[in-house]
């Protein structure tokens, strides 16, 4: 049976009133965004003035500053340059109930994410900044996309986001996932056109989540929107797909969620709505399955689907290169989902380039050129101020308390929205890794990867490089698409990748050439390295929708954990099983707590209707 989708007269319509609205402001700012710097900069300084840290750094005598120039100048020399670690003591205040600290009143909500330190970052998260940044700039958003596919809301919308509550503060205020109160709280209009509840992201069990998930998303043939942050969990949700078809078919054909995975019986009970049986897409699926050799794609699976939108830039291109094929771009519109941090929503994309639009008007920018970034004496640039094709270090001020916020994020200008330059994530600058003075960026090695495999005709699924200061050398870990590639093969691809290196980044040839930087190693790794290695990380209580990861790092933790994953050695492998094994019996003992806590829970309710 021949299917079409129909437009959303009044859901474009509508989403064109408010996001046209906002674009209207959006480009007003760009067209003068020295004036909106200036403008921005005032408003969060004349609403913070009376709070502990608007007293303690003078606002009130930078607001009589006459002109845009003594402003800047004044805001520079009174205010510091600041990281999470200062700002962490002002945020705890806020944590345990005292109001007007960073700014007035308190906290909306805390966006939560690991630290520089064993600490993680509370990001506090102002009604106003929520309202502004992730609610009047998401209608620019969702309108682009019509703009760019009329149908894009045709169908049902698989969002992957972090989850909505993780706890509360000691002063009762929620920390979570930003992106997860959002859905939470999006209009029901849009809401019901979405594949899953946010519920399904409180599944702490990876593999269950990813399974339900996916049980919940293949369902409906007509999905038009896709948008998840890192293109890793592309790679990860289509592995779910290749490993649990059969299942996922019979779960879809009786509008059941299989036992083999531990879900809270909460969220079963409540994906009953989101259920029912679907012989006819189940014999659809079937189809497809053996047209294609028992393989099937999203572009078979969803062959309406309309926007794809991820990250693009930095190291997030490895894993993008990995699944090209699995969509059909001619009728798939393929957007850089834009600049996002759990600190701030920095900026987004809104054409086919990589390009992040800014938001001068909701933000103050200040920026250091990529060459002062060791300097004692940094000169901060003004947004205005930017040169195209100039790499800077990104510093940012917010409506939600972060004062020249250090974002630790090397950015690239690229061409101007309106009068204002547009941006692209290059990478973390602690991607950058130097022995010896070498200086080795992240996107060299990823590029000399890339080179290397082109050279050899040799396909890699998952690489990794980590310096050993000690050995004064680097670790190059390679997982290779054919897993019987040899040791020998492997140690001549970390040689190539070592040849490029040397060509690309001068200094790395010089230390190289003298020896001061030792010959690279290879270590080839065992199937789903990655994702053996995240599942060691989340069982350590790190959270998934925190989980960062840099191609190149200085870090002796995560080395061990790859170490363990090195083909050839019996001891890793034993070590791996080890490991393995730990994790499956803490995710058991952790399922039978769950179960007996909502018994508990139950009796308690039966008790308490009882007795009433």
Known sequence: MKRKLHVPLIINTLIGIVGGIQTIRLRRASQHPRLASERT????????????????????????????????DLYQHLVPANDYEALRPLV????????????????????????????????????????????????VWIWNFIKHRKLALAGHIFPIVGKECEGYAPDGTLYGSVSGVLVRDIPRIIKRRYTAPASVMSIDDYAARNYTLMRLAIQYWDVTLWATANPSTILELQRTVDENLDMLIEDIEHGTLTDKYS???????ELRDYMRPRPERAAELRKLRDENGGHILPKQ???????????????????MDKYLDYFNFEQTFYQELGYIATECRFGFALDDTNESVMFPHLHYYEFVAEEELDSPQKHFLQLDELQQGRRYCAYVTTYSGLFRYNMNDLIEVGGKYENTP????????????????????????????????????????????????????YHFYFEFEDPETPQSTADLFGRVVDQKLREINVEYESKRASFRLKEPIAHRLINNAYSRFKAACLEEGMRDGQFKFNQ???????????????????????????INRRIERADRKKARGKRWEERRKKRAARRAKRRA
């Open 301 to 319: 699976y969803w062959p309406e689907l309309q926007i794809l939108s991820t990250w693009k830039c930095g190291n997030t291109k490895v894993y």
């Open 422 to 473: 547009t941006i692209h994530m290059v990478s973390k600058v602690n991607g950058i890794v130097s022995l010896t003075g070498e200086k080795l960026y992240e996107p060299q090695f990823i590029e000399a990867v890339r080179q290397a495999e082109q050279e050899l005709g040799i396909k890699t699924l998952f690489y990794v490089g980590f310096a050993d200061i000690e050995e004064s050398l």
């Open 92 to 139: 705890e205040r806020h944590k345990n109930g005292e109001r007007n600290v960073l700014f007035p009143g308190s906290p909306f909500m805390y966006a939560t994410t690991s630290g520089t330190t064993s600490q993680p970052k509370w990001i506090p998260m102002t009604h106003k900044y929520l309202k502004d940044v992730y609610g009047k700039m998401s209608h």
């Open 552 to 578: 190149l790092m200085q870090d002796e933790n995560r080395r061990g954990k790859f170490q363990v994953l090195v083909l050839g050695d019996i001891l890793s492998e034993m070590r791996s099983t080890v």
């Open 263 to 269: 879900i809270p019986d909460t969220i079963r009970e």
């Open 41 to 72: 900069l005032r408003d969060i300084l004349k609403i913070s003035k009376a709070t502990f840290y608007g007293r303690q750094h003078h606002f009130e005598q930078m607001l009589a500053a006459p002109t845009d120039e003594e402003l800047f």
